[in-house]
């Protein structure tokens, strides 16, 4: 192991190792994090939660889908699909990998935390995501974006971390209408400031005039029920919790904001080269892993320069729909790359045939007919879908009137389109969508 990805890894039976060093966790805690009381009670209590989890060796068991995906299918439109779902059982519900979990569970938990990838696991979900980003020290953490931790952490208000932020906090103006500003990023902070803050749903309020108020502003058909508890993760934390659940991994790389090289000699290909060698350091297997971009030049890095990573390599495809990107000549040209997954919005591989039903889109016939692999993103990201359902189903709208259409659009990415997995931020539903219909 490296001493970089050692440094903050936890060892499930009692300590932290430091190169070939073990010390224990309240001595490594007490060098790194300064003494802070609060931070070093979160730090403790994940460590005991790590450790919990890893004895109640819950690889298999404990998979509760709860009510709402009955719920969703009490809403569907009859027919041979809802008869199917509606005789289903959800007693003895089974993990699956074609259930991924998005960030964790999103819906109702804070993401990339603890407790949102604790829910995802015990929603079924056989794989689970912590996109990477990388703070000022070049340790790698989950986090959607490397900016967004003034609206997924409580950041703004604490004043000694806040003043550290590319644009720290400021209020509102009503006079002149100005919005509440600011911006913070992972690469502000070091590891150690990074596992002092808190997680939070993600949100803001734009005529905030405080911290405290520009903290707030979930959206109404979510919740900050499970909000009062959100522990930060480092890249290699999640590896090792992760272990602990018996689920598989998905990090995403995610595109950097600040200039690469990142102070003159961190490189985009060193960033993407970190994030699999903790992988390799934890003597994870690879085919465990699949590590996912939007920028196509990370996948091809991967593929040529890890090779052992290369066919679980996933390219997250965001250009628009064009004749250009969406016909076999591009999806060939992706394969002759060596790139064997593609993952794109839900919408991009749904259309609506002179029948207003929803079928494969032209893009995911080529994707298929080039021989890639699909996965879909994102399920349950958007709000009801009683007015279309948003951008994550443009492609359908005329044909989305209810919350039960989500499982219509599962069933058509499974069964027409055959995608591999799709992410969800609520993974129960898509857990109970694979064991109803006997998905893997």
Same mark, same amino acid.
């Given at each position: 192991?490296?001493?970089?990805?050692?440094?903050?890894?936890?060892?499930?039976?009692?300590?932290?190792?430091?190169?070939?060093?073990?010390?224990?966790?309240?001595?490594?805690?007490?060098?790194?994090?300064?003494?802070?009381?609060?931070?070093?009670r979160r730090f403790e209590?994940?460590?005991?939660?790590?450790?919990?989890?890893?004895?109640?060796?819950?690889?298999?068991?404990?998979?509760?889908?709860?009510?709402?995906?009955?719920?969703?299918?009490?809403?569907?439109?009859?027919?041979?699909?809802?008869?199917?779902?509606?005789?289903?059982?959800?007693?003895?519900?089974?993990?699956?990998?074609?259930?991924?979990?998005?960030?964790?569970?999103?819906?109702?938990?804070?993401?990339?935390?603890?407790?949102?990838?604790?829910?995802?696991?015990?929603?079924?979900?056989?794989?689970?995501?912590?996109d990477v980003a990388f703070?000022?020290?070049?340790?790698?953490?989950?986090?959607?974006?490397?900016?967004?931790?003034?609206?997924?952490?409580?950041?703004?208000?604490?004043?000694?971390?806040?003043?550290?932020?590319?644009?720290?906090?400021?209020?509102?103006?009503?006079?002149?209408?100005?919005?509440?500003?600011?911006?913070?990023?992972?690469?502000?902070?070091?590891?150690?400031?990074?596992?002092?803050?808190?997680?939070?749903?993600?949100?803001?309020?734009?005529?905030?005039?405080?911290?405290?108020?520009?903290?707030?502003?979930?959206?109404?058909?979510?919740?900050?029920?499970?909000?009062?508890?959100?522990?930060?993760?480092?890249?290699?934390?999640?590896?090792?919790?992760?272990?602990?659940?018996?689920?598989?991994?998905?990090?995403?790389?995610?595109?950097?904001?600040?200039?690469?090289?990142?102070?003159?000699?961190?490189?985009?290909?060193?960033?993407?080269?970190?994030?699999?060698?903790?992988?390799?350091?934890?003597?994870?297997?690879?085919?465990?892993?699949?590590?996912?971009?939007?920028?196509?030049?990370?996948?091809?890095?991967?593929?040529?320069?890890?090779?052992?990573?290369?066919?679980?390599?996933?390219?997250?495809?965001?250009?628009?729909?064009?004749?250009?990107?969406?016909? &076999? /000549?591009?999806?060939?040209?992706?394969?002759? #790359?060596? @790139?064997?997954?593609?993952?794109?919005?839900?919408?991009? *591989? +749904? $259309?609506?045939?002179?029948?207003?039903?929803?079928?494969?889109?032209?893009?995911?016939?080529?994707?298929?007919?080039?021989?890639?692999?699909?996965?879909?993103?994102?399920?349950?990201?958007?709000?009801? &879908? /009683?007015?279309?359902?948003?951008?994550?189903? #443009?492609? @359908?709208?005329?044909?989305?009137?209810?919350?039960?259409? *989500? +499982? $219509?659009?599962?069933?058509?990415?499974?069964?027409?389109?055959?995608?591999?997995?799709?992410?969800?931020?609520?993974?129960?539903?898509t857990t109970f969508y694979?064991?109803?219909?006997?998905?893997?």
């Amino acid at each position: 192991m490296t001493s970089r990805s050692i440094a903050v890894s936890l060892l499930l039976a009692g300590g932290l190792m430091v190169g070939s060093t073990t010390v224990s966790a309240q001595g490594w805690f007490g060098n790194n994090y300064h003494n802070d009381e609060r931070a070093q009670r979160r730090f403790e209590r994940l460590h005991e939660k790590l450790a919990e989890l890893k004895q109640r060796h819950q690889r298999r068991a404990d998979v509760q889908v709860g009510p709402r995906p009955q719920w969703l299918v009490d809403d569907m439109d009859e027919g041979p699909l809802k008869t199917r779902l509606q005789s289903c059982r959800t007693d003895n519900m089974k993990r699956s990998d074609f259930s991924i979990g998005h960030r964790g569970a999103p819906l109702q938990f804070p993401e990339h935390t603890l407790e949102s990838y604790v829910a995802a696991a015990r929603m079924g979900a056989g794989i689970v995501e912590c996109d990477v980003a990388f703070t000022k020290d070049r340790q790698l953490v989950c986090r959607h974006a490397q900016n967004d931790l003034h609206t997924t952490t409580n950041i703004v208000t604490i004043p000694e971390l806040n003043a550290k932020c590319t644009q720290p906090f400021v209020p509102a103006d009503a006079a002149s209408g100005t919005p509440a500003q600011a911006e913070c990023r992972t690469s502000d902070i070091t590891l150690a400031e990074f596992k002092r803050l808190e997680g939070k749903m993600d949100a803001s309020n734009p005529l905030a005039t405080t911290p405290q108020e520009y903290v707030k502003g979930t959206a109404d058909w979510r919740t900050d029920l499970y909000a009062s508890r959100g522990t930060l993760l480092s890249h290699l934390e999640s590896i090792e919790l992760f272990q602990s659940l018996g689920v598989k991994f998905t990090p995403e790389l995610k595109t950097p904001v600040v200039e690469m090289p990142y102070e003159g000699d961190y490189s985009q290909q060193d960033y993407a080269r970190q994030m699999l060698e903790d992988y390799r350091d934890a003597g994870i297997n690879p085919r465990d892993v699949w590590p996912q971009s939007f920028q196509l030049a990370d996948v091809t890095f991967w593929i040529n320069e890890m090779p052992d990573f290369a066919d679980q390599a996933v390219f997250l495809d965001e250009s628009p729909i064009t004749p250009e990107t969406s016909s &076999l /000549a591009y999806m060939e040209e992706l394969r002759a #790359q060596g @790139v064997r997954i593609l993952a794109p919005a839900i919408w991009k *591989m +749904l $259309t609506l045939n002179g029948q207003g039903e929803i079928v494969p889109s032209e893009y995911a016939e080529n994707a298929r007919a080039a021989g890639l692999d699909l996965i879909a993103w994102s399920m349950e990201r958007a709000g009801p &879908l /009683a007015t279309g359902g948003g951008w994550y189903y #443009q492609s @359908v709208t005329d044909a989305i009137n209810n919350d039960g259409d *989500m +499982l $219509t659009v599962i069933d058509v990415l499974a069964q027409d389109v055959g995608v591999i997995g799709i992410f969800s931020d609520w993974p129960a539903t898509t857990t109970f969508y694979a064991n109803c219909m006997g998905i893997k």
